[in-house]
């Protein structure tokens, strides 16, 4: 069965210093990757995704993400973290069952300091 | 355009009773997927609404059930309610429901069983 791991539940970055949030997944065949962002009381909010081509995707926010198939990851990266960025990050895959299914890892919060 | 809403946005009920949330998809959205989001095991999927059709059913009891109506609203009901019911219920939208269509998020409803 498809599954995501976020080994870090909390992590805590320096404002201006860079991030780098790590995800594995597993999956059989080629994955379709997100990652999602929740602010406090917010919904979640979609950073970017990668479905195919360029191992490297661009999102919003200054945020990237590199694939790496041999090592079934999907690590989402910002050279320069601002105090904004304090939330909560998803790593989703949609799953083989019928429809979009979207399968999370469990979260990692960050925390930004001053 | 307008995002995704839900309504209402805050709920409390007691034991046994029943509830139903109610999500509005962006314009023009034809699927609506519902997750239910609690600090144990994160974010899972509920269901997912094509057309005014189930087209996709995650692992949760028949107490749970869902339904979508001709303008894509959709409504999900929880029937008999229990303590382990509490959570944030978010609702998603997307335009033609296909694997690769991005998934909207709305602000989700905060559902505590006491």
């Known amino acids: 069965a498809q599954s995501v791991t976020q080994p870090d539940i909390h992590i805590t970055v320096s404002e201006g210093a860079s991030l780098e949030l790590r995800c594995n997944y597993s999956y059989g065949a080629t994955p379709y990757l997100f990652w999602y962002v929740q602010s406090p009381g917010q919904g979640l909010q979609l950073l970017l995704k990668?479905?195919?081509?360029?191992?490297l995707v661009q999102g919003i926010k200054g945020f990237e993400a590199e694939f790496k198939r041999s090592q079934s990851s999907f690590n989402l990266r910002k050279p320069s973290v601002h105090w904004s960025d304090a939330a909560e990050y998803f790593c989703a895959v949609v799953g083989n069952q019928a429809g979009t299914a979207l399968i999370f890892g469990k979260g990692t919060t960050l925390s930004v300091s001053s | 355009k307008a995002g995704v809403t839900q309504t209402p946005r805050y709920l409390i009920k007691t034991r046994g009773q029943q509830v139903t949330l109610s999500c509005s998809p962006i314009s023009g959205h034809r699927s609506v997927s519902w997750y239910q989001q609690t600090p144990g095991q994160g974010l899972q999927f509920l269901f997912e609404y094509f057309s005014e059709t189930q087209r996709n059913k995650g692992n949760f009891p028949g107490r749970f059930s869902g339904r979508q109506f001709s303008n894509s609203r959709s409504e999900m009901n929880v029937s008999t309610l229990e303590l382990g019911d509490s959570a944030l219920y978010l609702c998603?939208?997307?335009?033609?429901?296909?694997?690769?269509?991005?998934?909207?998020f709305g602000p989700g409803t905060r559902l505590t069983v006491l």
């Open positions: 990668y479905f195919s081509g360029d191992t």
């Open positions: 998603a939208s997307s335009l033609d429901g296909t694997i690769t269509d991005t998934q909207y």
